[in-house]
């Protein structure tokens, strides 16, 4: 091929390599779209298994399909003690991510079977990582500290298990209820970097389970699903909302990355950042302050005037980290978190990708050695 043909789009930035009808963005107005639905009104009328049950099967389900979609995957939350033993193996000094990672790709060896053809093993293949994701994360929590993992509880919604089986202890109804709105906000977002490479392993048929570690491995990136760990630190080093400014100011001066700030899609503030701020401070009415929401919110006030004319705005990472911190939350699992919410997403996108299936194979700019003559060893300086 002739390269000097080709045109180099670093990152495949604005370039279209697929159709989709999941997510919808308007990066100009700050709108957010599953399905058709804005994510407002999804935060507010909906929950995380009904939001996940539309991205993943096109339309909202009737009274009676969510029931039985609910009741799935509340029958297969509990892990097999061969996978609860392999993680006991892992070393606790371990990142969650990477043992996530180990785990939902482990399942691939307990349902071995690949009929992607078959909606039957399709369906169980989204209520077992749908249902097994979040025991997963509880469970190597407590492995870690030294404890036995504890067992999901059938009398529980989705998102209060979850906290149950973290934290050991059943979980206030509106702490339960605002984690519940943040899988919402996470549950997908277009063809970012760990969507794209669960569609790019989907397209070569293997399982889903590989599919969704695959995504997993992605997420764990710092640019990507591990910047919300990031903005915590960032908050704790700049310690008070007076020093906002000055950090501001140096980190601009020095070209540093402001962790929390900028998206690749959205030139206004990210819809779901206030959603997440309004979230935040439902948590603080009810369990008291978090002195580095102040600094947060000064960060942003100061950040306005000097990044907003070049579209930089708060995007979903900068306030649920804060979220997370509030309902107790380790810093290490905000990104294991965000993979129980958008693995409702990738599910999708492997659906959809099987759909009208065509392997990725992008081309490339060669940029190496014009074509030369080998050189005998004894002759190589």
Same mark, same amino acid.
């Given at each position: 091929?002739?390269?000097?043909?080709?045109?180099?789009?670093?990152?495949?930035?604005?370039?279209?390599?697929?159709?989709?009808?999941?997510?919808?963005?308007?990066?100009?107005?700050?709108?957010?779209?599953?399905?058709?639905?804005?994510?407002?009104?999804?935060?507010?009328?909906?929950?995380?298994?009904?939001?996940?049950?539309?991205?993943?099967?096109?339309?909202?389900?009737?009274?009676?399909?969510?029931?039985?979609?609910?009741?799935?995957?509340?029958?297969?939350?509990?892990?097999?003690?061969?996978?609860?033993?392999?993680?006991?193996?892992?070393?606790?000094?371990?990142?969650?991510?990477?043992?996530?990672?180990?785990?939902?790709?482990?399942?691939?060896?307990?349902?071995?079977?690949?009929?992607?053809?078959?909606?039957?093993?399709?369906?169980?293949?989204?209520?077992?990582?749908?249902?097994?994701?979040?025991?997963?994360?509880?469970?190597?929590?407590?492995?870690?500290?030294?404890?036995?993992?504890?067992?999901?509880?059938?009398d529980l919604t989705y998102s209060s298990n979850f906290l149950y089986m973290l934290t050991e202890k059943e979980q206030d109804p509106i702490a339960a209820k605002v984690f519940d709105r943040c899988l919402i906000l996470h549950a997908e977002h277009s063809l970012n970097?760990?969507?794209?490479?669960?569609?790019?392993?989907?397209?070569? *048929?293997?399982? @889903?389970?590989?599919? =969704?570690?695959?995504?997993? %491995?992605? $997420? +764990?990136?710092?640019?990507?699903?591990?910047?919300?760990?990031?903005?915590?630190?960032?908050?704790?080093?700049?310690?008070?909302?007076?020093?906002?400014?000055?950090?501001?100011?140096?980190?601009?001066?020095?070209?540093?990355?402001?962790?929390?700030?900028?998206?690749?899609?959205?030139?206004?503030?990210?819809?779901?950042?206030?959603?997440?701020?309004?979230?935040?401070e439902e948590l603080f009415i009810r369990f008291g302050a978090d002195e580095m929401y102040e600094v947060a919110k000064s960060l942003e006030a100061e950040a306005i005037p000097r990044l907003g004319p070049k579209g930089i705005f708060p995007n979903v990472d900068f306030?649920?980290?804060?979220?997370?911190?509030?309902?107790?939350?380790?810093?290490? *699992?905000?990104? @294991?978190?965000?993979? =129980?919410?958008?693995?409702? %997403?990738? $599910? +999708?996108?492997?659906?959809?990708?099987?759909?009208?299936?065509?392997?990725?194979?992008?081309?490339?700019?060669?940029?190496?050695?014009?074509?030369?003559?080998?050189?005998?060893?004894?002759?190589?300086?």
């Amino acid at each position: 091929m002739d390269s000097n043909k080709l045109i180099l789009k670093p990152g495949l930035e604005g370039v279209p390599v697929t159709n989709s009808s999941i997510c919808d963005i308007d990066g100009n107005k700050g709108k957010l779209l599953y399905r058709g639905y804005s994510i407002e009104e999804l935060s507010q009328k909906s929950s995380f298994l009904e939001t996940a049950y539309l991205l993943i099967w096109g339309e909202l389900p009737t009274a009676i399909q969510l029931r039985d979609f609910e009741q799935e995957v509340q029958m297969h939350r509990r892990l097999s003690f061969r996978v609860r033993d392999m993680m006991k193996c892992f070393p606790a000094t371990g990142h969650p991510m990477d043992a996530l990672q180990s785990s939902a790709a482990s399942l691939g060896l307990f349902y071995s079977r690949r009929a992607i053809d078959d909606p039957n093993y399709i369906y169980n293949a989204v209520i077992r990582l749908i249902a097994k994701i979040p025991t997963m994360i509880a469970a190597f929590q407590l492995i870690r500290k030294g404890q036995d993992p504890i067992q999901p509880r059938d009398d529980l919604t989705y998102s209060s298990n979850f906290l149950y089986m973290l934290t050991e202890k059943e979980q206030d109804p509106i702490a339960a209820k605002v984690f519940d709105r943040c899988l919402i906000l996470h549950a997908e977002h277009s063809l970012n970097a760990s969507t794209f490479s669960a569609r790019v392993t989907a397209s070569t *048929l293997t399982d @889903p389970y590989a599919v =969704i570690a695959s995504a997993v %491995g992605t $997420l +764990a990136g710092p640019l990507h699903g591990g910047a919300n760990e990031d903005v915590i630190a960032m908050l704790e080093e700049i310690k008070t909302p007076e020093n906002a400014a000055s950090f501001l100011d140096n980190a601009i001066k020095n070209k540093s990355k402001i962790m929390g700030f900028g998206h690749r899609e959205y030139k206004v503030k990210d819809p779901r950042a206030i959603i997440l701020q309004k979230l935040a401070e439902e948590l603080f009415i009810r369990f008291g302050a978090d002195e580095m929401y102040e600094v947060a919110k000064s960060l942003e006030a100061e950040a306005i005037p000097r990044l907003g004319p070049k579209g930089i705005f708060p995007n979903v990472d900068f306030y649920s980290g804060l979220v997370y911190r509030k309902l107790g939350i380790p810093r290490d *699992l905000f990104t @294991p978190i965000f993979a =129980i919410s958008r693995v409702a %997403g990738w $599910l +999708a996108h492997w659906r959809e990708q099987l759909g009208a299936n065509r392997i990725f194979r992008p081309s490339q700019i060669y940029t190496g050695s014009a074509p030369r003559d080998w050189i005998s060893l004894e002759n190589r300086k």
